[in-house]
Each structure stands twice: as C-alpha cells, then as structure tokens.
C-alpha cells in the first residue's frame, strides 16, 4: 500500500508541476506570438526561444523523472549578431518541435492538472466541512456543489472525500503515465533522414580529421621549436666537451654541466609534450581528479561540481580534460572575469559539461579565443557545443559528449 500511496503522490506533484507549466506555456506562446506579429519586438524573438527552450526543458526533466528515461533534446545553437540569431531560431526543427509540443501542452498539461491535483485537494476540504458546519450560521460548501446544512448533508461529504480519495489513489498515476508517454513522443527529436544524417556524419569526420591534423601540427611543432632545439644544444655542447678534453681537461667541467642541464630541459619539454597528448594525471587520479587539478591550476577562483562521473573510455576522458582546460585558460585571458563554475555530470548516455564564469561576455568564436578548436574536438566525439554569452555576461559554455556506453 505505502509504495502505491508514493507512486501517487509523486504522480500528482507531477501533474502540479505539469499545471504550472502548461499556463507558463499559455505566457510564452504569447510572446512568440508578439514577437512574430510586431517588427519592432522581433529582436526579442532570441531571447523567448529561450525561455521556451528553459520552460520545455523543465517537461523534459518531469517526463524523464516519470518514465526513467531521459528525452532527448537537439538545438542549433542561437549565437552571433542579431540576424543570425533570428535566422537560427526560426530554422531550427527543435523549436518548431518545442513549439508543437507548447500548442499541445497548454491545454492539456491544465486540464490533467485540474483532474490530477483538484480531486486529491477535494479530500481534507470535504472531511473537515462536515466537523464544522455546524459552527456557522446557514452551513458551508464543501466541493462538488454539497451545501452541508444538516448532518446526512455533512455525511454525503464524508462519502465523497472517501471515493475523491480512491480516485486520487487510482487515477493521478495513470493520467501521469498517459501524460509520459505521449509527452515523450512530442518531445523527442524525430529520426533524421538519411540525407541529413550523412551529412551530420560527414561533418563529424571532417572535423575529427581537422582537429586530428591541427593535434599532428602542433605535435610537431613543439618537438621541433622545443625538443629538437634542445637536443641539438646538448649535441653542441658535448662536441665542445669532448674539443675540451683533448685540449684542457679541467675545463671541461662546466661544459659537461651545461649539457646535462641542456639535456634535462628536453626531458622536461619531451614530458610536457606527452602530457598534451594524453595526461598521466587522468590515468592516476580519473577525470574529476585531473580536472580538480586544473581547477586549482586556474588564474581566477574557480570551483568544481560534479555529479555521478565515473570511469570513461580514455579518448573521452582526454577530449573532456582538454576541453576544460581550453575554456579555463579563455575565462582567464579573455573575460575578465572574478570567478568561474565548471561543472561535470553524467546523463544517460552522455558526459555534460558546463563552463560558467561572470565576466564582461561577448565571447566569439571568430575572435580567436579558442572555441572553434573546442567545437571541433567535441564534434570528433559527434557531440554538441553550445555557447551563451550576451553582452555584459555571464558566459555558459555547454559541452555534451557521447560517453560510447
């Protein structure tokens, strides 16, 4: 009984939530409405998508919450000028989907609401009229239009609250599921056409091959402006060490020093090198570990959140440690920011990463700070990058990748 008690009450909480959103719906369809409607506001158009984009992500969560199964979502991301942005939005089969499942919604999310939270509420009211009724003068309303004025009118509202609370037991949770399954349906980006997915896999592999080419380049560049030039040093200095010995042997010395310290220098750029191509920290300490290193590492206070990480297959790990560190190193350079956030969860099926800070914002990919290098590392993975960074902050950098699970 007590799980069947739980599984209702979670089932009403849920067509509440439901009700709440489905009049926020009503809101939000009112503003796309006035911003398609009125030239003037269409610079506006951006910034209700996302609201939109926020308000179905909370039915998203609430639909996931229910079935136990996260709902997918798939958004172009709305950057750059105005234009673009307008362009973006009203281009995006996500948000016409958000906006189906809105029309949809609006009147439905109420009524279930009205079915699934009214009955439930009907019961206290209807089991304490019939013990006061007779405190004032003329009787109460108890719900379901039962005017209690005398004691059988107070003993029909106890046998509705009695059957309004076996109602509430038996139909929020079937109306909650109902609810589930064709909410998941609306919500759930459709399977793409073969064209469009063989042009999306086209891409990835484009930019896995880019991004491996710049990897091999500047792989390349640091053994040779790094590593080579010291090793040719030290290869200079022990033929002026072995000059020295068959022309002054005490004078050697202080060349076979500066050798050694020729050599150990390469060492330590040969190592540097190695740990761009794959941390040793990720293998010692794991991917929150090594990122709690970077973290600590960071110019500017930083704080980390993670939530049910565990052990990645390591080109995932590496990618996301990359990652961080790049938009890290772009906080401290380009935004003036006074603090940062990085977050690291595991959804589903996939690694969620989150780069916050509060700088001045306006963040660019065409300014060279580093995002394009970050999109092309994650669209390797066949993940999504998003970025949001208005004028004057905060900047969100929000990286989604495949965990291969």
């Given at each position: 009984?007590?799980?069947?008690?739980?599984?209702?009450?979670?089932?009403?909480?849920?067509?509440?939530?439901?009700?709440?959103?489905?009049?926020?719906?009503?809101?939000?369809?009112?503003?796309?409405?006035?911003?398609?409607?009125?030239?003037?506001?269409?610079?506006?158009?951006?910034?209700?998508?996302?609201?939109?984009?926020?308000?179905?992500?909370?039915?998203?969560?609430?639909?996931?919450?229910?079935?136990?199964?996260?709902?997918?979502?798939?958004?172009?991301?709305?950057?750059?000028?105005?234009?673009?942005?307008?362009?973006?939005?009203?281009?995006?089969?996500?948000?016409?989907?958000?906006?189906?499942?809105?029309?949809?919604?609006?009147?439905?999310?109420?009524?279930?609401?009205?079915?699934?939270?009214?009955?439930?509420?009907?019961?206290?009211?209807?089991?304490?009229?019939?013990?006061?009724?007779?405190?004032?003068?003329?009787?109460?309303?108890?719900?379901?239009?039962?005017?209690?004025?005398?004691?059988?009118?107070?003993?029909?509202?106890?046998?509705?609250?009695?059957?309004?609370?076996?109602?509430?037991?038996?139909?929020?949770?079937?109306?909650?599921?109902?609810?589930?399954?064709?909410?998941?349906?609306?919500?759930?980006?459709?399977?793409?056409?073969?064209?469009?997915?063989?042009?999306?896999?086209?891409?990835?592999?484009?930019?896995?091959?880019?991004?491996?080419?710049?990897?091999?380049?500047?792989?390349?560049?640091?053994?040779?402006?790094?590593?080579?030039?010291?090793?040719?040093?030290?290869?200079?200095?022990?033929?002026?060490?072995?000059?020295?010995?068959?022309?002054?042997?005490?004078?050697?010395?202080?060349?076979?020093?500066?050798?050694?310290?020729?050599?150990?220098?390469?060492?330590?750029?040969?190592?540097?090198?190695?740990?761009?191509?794959?941390?040793?920290?990720?293998?010692?300490?794991?991917?929150?570990?090594?990122?709690?290193?970077?973290?600590?590492?960071?110019?500017?206070?930083?704080?980390?959140?993670?939530?049910g990480l565990r052990r990645l297959p390591a080109a995932v790990?590496?990618?996301?440690?990359?990652?961080?560190?790049?938009?890290?190193?772009?906080?401290?350079?380009?935004?003036?920011?006074?603090?940062?956030?990085?977050?690291?969860?595991?959804?589903?099926?996939?690694?969620?990463?989150?780069?916050?800070?509060?700088?001045?914002?306006?963040?660019?990919?065409?300014?060279?700070?580093?995002?394009?290098?970050?999109?092309?590392?994650?669209?390797?993975?066949?993940g999504q990058t998003t970025l949001s960074s208005p004028e004057?902050?905060?900047?969100?950098?929000?990286?989604?990748?495949?965990?291969?699970?």
């Open positions: 009984m007590r799980p069947e008690l739980l599984r209702a009450g979670r089932a009403i909480l849920g067509l509440a939530l439901g009700f709440a959103t489905a009049l926020a719906s009503l809101m939000v369809l009112f503003g796309l409405l006035i911003c398609v409607m009125l030239v003037f506001t269409l610079p506006l158009l951006p910034l209700v998508v996302r609201v939109q984009r926020w308000l179905v992500a909370v039915d998203r969560r609430r639909v996931a919450a229910r079935t136990g199964k996260p709902v997918e979502e798939r958004y172009a991301e709305v950057s750059g000028h105005l234009l673009h942005q307008v362009v973006t939005v009203l281009t995006d089969p996500a948000t016409r989907r958000d906006l189906r499942w809105l029309l949809v919604h609006a009147p439905a999310g109420m009524l279930l609401g009205i079915l699934g939270f009214a009955v439930p509420v009907s019961v206290p009211q209807n089991l304490v009229v019939p013990m006061v009724w007779w405190l004032v003068p003329g009787g109460l309303d108890s719900s379901y239009g039962i005017h209690v004025d005398s004691w059988p009118a107070a003993g029909l509202s106890v046998l509705s609250a009695l059957a309004a609370a076996l109602v509430s037991w038996w139909l929020p949770p079937r109306l909650a599921d109902w609810e589930a399954g064709w909410a998941s349906r609306l919500l759930s980006p459709g399977r793409a056409s073969l064209a469009q997915r063989v042009a999306e896999l086209t891409a990835t592999r484009a930019a896995a091959l880019e991004a491996h080419g710049a990897e091999l380049r500047r792989i390349e560049r640091d053994l040779h402006d790094g590593t080579q030039n010291r090793l040719v040093a030290v290869v200079m200095h022990l033929g002026i060490v072995e000059r020295a010995l068959r022309r002054d042997p005490p004078t050697a010395l202080a060349s076979v020093l500066t050798a050694q310290n020729a050599a150990t220098d390469a060492l330590i750029e040969l190592r540097e090198v190695v740990r761009s191509i794959y941390p040793p920290v990720l293998a010692d300490r794991g991917l929150d570990g090594a990122v709690d290193a970077v973290v600590a590492r960071c110019p500017i206070p930083a704080t980390l959140t993670v939530t790990e590496a990618a996301a440690y990359f990652v961080i560190a790049e938009a890290l190193t772009n906080v401290a350079k380009h935004s003036g920011a006074e603090h940062a956030e990085v977050s690291l969860a595991v959804q589903g099926d996939h690694l969620v990463i989150e780069v916050r800070d509060d700088g001045h914002g306006g963040a660019e990919e065409a300014n060279g700070t580093g995002l394009t290098g970050i999109r092309r590392r994650v669209a390797a993975f066949d004057g902050g905060p900047t969100v950098l929000g990286v989604r990748l495949p965990t291969g699970t």
